[in-house]
């Protein structure tokens, strides 16, 4: 309890990196390089102390005893053109610099002016308002990550200075409960619902996310006097320490990524009790739902409550599992997954059924109009996803991050990168006056926590394990990385995935090397041909990583092609709201019907899917580049029902017979495109014909 | 806007009314009148002033110049033994007091007599709290017209002059908006939500009711001083006077049935004002849909917002066409009323889809677990097809009439009459941890609002128009009454309506008479037999009023043979939580599945129909005496779907084929008895086995 962190302000450049070349690729004629992408501020592995920070990724799980799986440093990775580097480029050059200034503009910032005495505006925002500032010094910490951004780089500085100005000598700093509210800090009633530590979390990982990127420790030392000298001090177990309510999970993961960045083992064991919870803080049965803690979560059954602190818990509870192997997590952590899979997650990846409490709902409770799908939920589930894949290495936990990446989590964001989704639904009609994609919200924690991953998003692509390395996921990238025993290599994706069906993946060990390459074989790809070099190779298998173990030479190409068929999924007879219904899905992409690509005089309500011919036969997939930033869609004959129109009202004698339907020409278009047009009904679950 | 009321104190008789006998019946010998019920309190018609009051209906519509139909007095019809019969003995027996004790247990009565120096108990419960007392009251008022119970009046008189104790000079009335509050009486914030005009709408409703059944003026005098003494002088349109924002409906009906007692037109003028709006408060765009007020009632397009507030506009705007005929109001009217039939109703005749805002949602949006159906809304559903009805005289209005009240109101209350439903969802699962019925809400608007309308029942068995007598609803029952030109009439019903399908009815004038008998012919009725004295009658159509125009005898028999055929309903295919699935309804009732009545180890969310039968043929009924008060119920063979089992997880590529279904042995119960013994899977719609 006492351990002195092993790491110390004097091992650390303080001052900016500067800016370094990218090692000379032996593929740079390749295609998608082409020098949009900002230059990397190091890709040279290092061993040294001093640069140790530059090394680590999204999670550094360099000493965690029960990660299977390693994380690769963000910037070891480089996404180029294609469908995730038209979107970072997209985030990071308007959606971060765009969010700033409305933070801004929104008083987020004056909130710690005025603290500083240099603001007279008054506290605005709600009491988390702290969070999104923090959050989006995450997002540029990430972006920071995969290259130096000097006017990024100021501006984020800027906002550090001013953030740490106003922490307390105890290293107290929230900019709500100041004045006359500060009587009320900590309290019971305040840990329920104040936020205060929910905001330090996403300080604590925007300080981590900026020093990874830039080696600066301003924000990380603030970080650790807020958990050394407020907290640690004054809060915890025993009666000398007054007990912790989390109210929002989000400091047990944060708590354990400093643990991991400082070494010191208070932080851990900190983290291990919130999640146990304190008995002395008492709230009404609901609240340990709503809250998703208090009680310890391990007694965890199935997931309910607020899902985003749902989510945010499983991160905490895993991350504690992989420092710690402690199995009674393990087992929960399990029972919670299958809850998620089986009985609680949409076919985007989304979560969270009930608008009322921002909550899961009851199994199989997925309603579609009403679904909440807050985009944080969904970033929850792909971090918690994360955690589990690193402690197994198993590609289930892959599929469901693609699925959640692609979909829930993609649709949040405008294809301009200016416009934001709080929900997620999986159908709308405008004409209920909800307005689905805005500039901005006063609870605006979707869009920073969306830029965050975004930005962060190559430090998922691959992971490395003892043996070798994984491949998560697929797009035109460049790994430039090394094994676990140092070994250099470097690894160049070119594929047009999702829309095209191959990739072809060049493997470069700095010398002809031995180990496993685990690449991921989607759960959705029925029949994936791999080679090595040309020659087939068997036991592939969908939904596992192929283990291609050989000694592997510079140059070695591994060529893949996917079973891109599309797919129409239906969901268990119990979902009530899917129930007689699909959805179309190809590859990673879930569909959807907006009305505006439906013949004219078509209501989507009464639109069906005709899916009693061959599945294989019965789309056609067309690229559409003057579409929504180059989509494919999928067109199809389906049919419109002719009921509504000929039976007004709502109850009738059943009568299968009178059911009408008139054949229809069908386009779809991936999900997480929607709502980029003209406000128009849109539907990913459609009744079929009835045969 | 000075005239003067035309009825005053001096008029009335203020003491206790004699009870006297019922007058002798030429069917004294029927079953039914066993005597089980107290005795009137009066029956003889009367055309004297000082006795007016005893024979005004649930709404006293004999001077309102655009009603079609007029109310008979709750007095003038006495419901024996039968289906409604033994639930007004509960009501009456239980129902109210006990509630009226918890109303005292909780605080309600002492928010009262703390302000009379009486208590020194702290304010309880919400701000609409009074309104529960005065619901209360008018259930007592409702119930004392059917006949004297010298407990209940005693009692209820205590309370009233508790009340009337505590009323300002001014005219002021409200236990919440005192002491420090006071302040903040009338201001816009709290018209909006401090429901200080709702609590005095009831207060109204209850006075007028309590008046009507004892001719006792105090609470009646109490609340003319309010409207007279406090609104009129302060507040309306002008710029002398402050605005109003109804913040919940329900002043403006409880002030257009004062208008109807006291003639006083300020009444009248005061609600339409309320109906039209007062731009002088101004509320966010989402206000005027959640609130239901604020804009021109006329500018309505749908039904939105709460679902309470709605119905209760609704009621008051209808009130107010029946007063002035404004063919804008009715114009709106039928709008709002395609709206709710085609749109927006429950098939138990509830409203309300949404628990968030207990509001309505978008068109067919009718989820079934999640429906929120409040007690409250489908009795305002109720209210207002009862004053449409009387503008028109229409079956239709009827039709949802029955509906709501014998299913998504009669589930409202256990059978028992202790325990109520605040929400009345079409399906249930008690692992959800839901509490459904419960002997107590802090929230407790629904359980009083239930027995005012059992207790009002009575009055909404006739109506008479200038050519006749209607007969809206079914049940053993004798009206003794009159006809618009003054003909005493007295109508004998026999039957065992719902469960049997024929009604014996014996209509008697006091001298051979020529008018028009309208007998209701139920919607759900498709081929219904009607002979008078035994002689066929053509021309029955269902969902309309058979009009039966002849000179009737003393002793005349109209016989009916209902179809009670079960139906097998489908809903528009557009409600999505009902698509692929079937609800069965056997006359007025809809039926469900309880789970514990069905074969063990079945999950009732596998269970399916198979309706590929002839309708006729599929459902054994049976009346079980000993089950649930005595119910018919509906025994098929159906089927349980084994995809659940075989196919755990969510999705799955769609396979017509691969869906097995057993054949299981399925029995319905009516959906109001739902939740009467251990808690158990529930619901109305169930899916069709696929053909």
Redesign the interface.
């Known amino acids: 309890m006492t351990k002195r962190p092993e790491i110390s302000r004097r091992e650390f450049v303080s001052s900016a990196v500067s800016a370094a070349t990218v090692t000379s690729l032996p593929f740079g004629k390749l295609a998608g390089f082409s020098g949009n992408n900002p230059t990397p501020l190091s890709t040279a592995p290092s061993s040294a102390m001093s640069s140790e920070w530059k090394d680590q990724g999204v999670l550094n799980l360099a000493k965690s005893p029960y990660a299977k799986l390693r994380n690769v440093p963000v910037h070891a990775v480089t996404i180029a053109s294609g469908f995730w580097g038209a979107r970072r480029q997209t985030n990071v050059e308007k959606s971060v610099p765009s969010m700033e200034k409305l933070l801004e503009a929104n008083g987020r910032m004056d909130n710690f002016l005025r603290l500083a005495g240099k603001s007279n505006a008054p506290q605005r925002g709600p009491v988390f308002s702290d969070s999104d500032v923090y959050k989006w010094t995450e997002a540029a910490g990430f972006a920071l990550q995969s290259g130096d951004r000097p006017d990024l780089r100021a501006n984020t500085d800027k906002l550090i200075n001013e953030i740490v100005a106003v922490q307390e000598p105890s290293g107290y700093l929230n900019t709500y409960y100041v004045g006359d509210r500060a009587k009320d800090r900590m309290t019971p009633e305040v840990q329920r619902w104040g936020h205060e530590l929910y905001n330090m979390g996403h300080f604590l990982q925007g300080a981590i996310a900026y020093y990874r990127a830039t080696g600066d420790r301003a924000l990380m030392d603030a970080g650790i006097h807020f958990v050394d000298g407020f907290l640690l001090p004054n809060f915890g177990p025993g009666p000398e320490k007054k007990p912790i309510f989390s109210g929002h999970p989000e400091i047990e993961l944060a708590l354990i990524e400093l643990y991991r960045t400082t070494g010191d083992k208070r932080h851990l064991e900190l983290a291990g009790y919130i999640l146990q919870g304190d008995e002395r803080i008492k709230v009404p049965r609901h609240g340990y739902v709503y809250h998703f803690c208090g009680i310890p979560f391990t007694s965890r059954t199935h997931l309910e409550g607020h899902a985003v602190r749902a989510m945010y818990a499983c991160c905490g509870a895993t991350d504690y599992y992989l420092e710690t192997g402690d199995q009674a997590y393990w087992k929960t952590l399990n029972t919670l997954w299958d809850d998620l899979?089986?009985?609680q997650?949409y076919?985007t990846g989304g979560v969270g059924a009930?608008?009322?409490g921002e909550a899961f709902?009851?199994a199989?409770?997925?309603?579609?109009?009403?679904a909440y799908g807050e985009s944080c939920a969904a970033i929850g589930n792909m971090m918690w996803n994360w955690r589990m894949l690193a402690a197994t290495g198993e590609a289930k936990y892959t599929d469901v991050i693609e699925r959640a990446l692609y979909n829930g989590i993609n649709s949040g964001m405008s294809l301009d990168g200016t416009l934001y989704c709080y929900r997620n639904p999986l159908?709308f009609?405008p004409?209920?006056g909800d307005h689905i994609r805005n500039p901005w919200y006063d609870v605006t924690c979707c869009p920073p926590n969306l830029e965050r991953t975004f930005a962060s998003l190559p430090g998922y692509f691959y992971s490395t394990s003892t043996d070798g390395l994984y491949l998560h996921l697929y797009d035109n990238s460049l790994l430039d990385w090394h094994l676990e025993d140092g070994t250099r290599l470097k690894v160049l994706q070119k594929t047009n995935y999702p829309w095209g069906d191959t990739a072809s993946i060049t493997v470069t060990p700095e010398k002809p090397s031995e180990f496993a390459f685990y690449l991921r074989i989607p759960g959705w790809s029925d029949r994936t041909q791999v080679t090595v070099n040309g020659k087939a190779i068997s036991g592939v298998t969908a939904g596992q990583y192929l283990a291609l173990r050989r000694r592997w030479l510079p140059g070695d190409v591994v060529s893949v092609k996917f079973d891109l068929t599309t797919?129409?999924?239906?969901?268990?007879?119990?979902?009530?709201?899917d129930?007689?219904?699909?959805?179309m899905q190809r590859g990673p992409l879930v569909y959807c019907l907006e009305q505006l690509d439906q013949p004219e005089g078509i209501a989507l309500?009464?639109v069906r899917m005709n899916?009693?011919q061959k599945?294989s036969s019965q789309f056609h997939e067309e690229f559409r580049g003057d579409l929504l930033g180059g989509v494919v869609v999928l067109n199809c004959v389906g049919a419109v029902?002719d009921?509504?129109r000929s039976?007004?009202?709502?109850?009738?004698?059943?009568?299968?017979e009178t059911?009408k339907n008139l054949a229809a020409k069908l386009t779809l278009i991936p999900y997480y495109a929607w709502a980029n047009r003209a406000g128009t009904p849109m539907q990913v679950w459609t009744?079929?014909v009835?045969?």
């Open positions: 899979v089986n009985h997650m076919v009930r608008s009322d709902g009851d199989y409770e997925l309603p579609n109009f009403t159908a009609d004409s209920s797919h129409v999924v239906e969901a268990n007879p119990r979902v009530v709201d129930y007689g219904r699909v959805a309500a009464d899916v009693s599945p029902n009921d509504s039976r007004s009202g709502l109850y009738f004698r059943y009568n299968r059911s009744p079929v009835n045969g």
